[in-house]
């Protein structure tokens, strides 16, 4: 998932429920970053942990009555569930 991605969700969504860019970026990042998309949208960018994050809410909270926008992938790549861990000597 890209930036474009997330932000074409964000502006699918706040248009289904009537809602601005700021209350979707709200619901998304749990009120931590209430201009991400209304950013994305001024051409700044955002990291790919944001993005992660944010597209794994969109794939977790989509209504089911709202079709999810072509050519956005929604299923999560093997990648995604990977975690590293290091271990620390003693």
Known sequence: MTQGDILLLARTLA???G???STV???A???RNPLLFDRLAAGHG???RT???VGRWFRNHWPQHLEWPPGVPR???AAAHLTWRVRVPE
Do not use: F, G, I, M
Request: glycine share 0%; net charge positive.
């Open 15 to 17: 248009k289904a429920r």
């Open 19 to 21: 809602v601005k860019l």
């Open 25 to 27: 970026s709200r619901w």
């Open 29 to 31: 990042t749990r009120d």
């Open 46 to 48: 955002c990291a790919p």
């Open 51 to 53: 993005v992660d994050r």
């Open 75 to 77: 299923q999560e790549t």
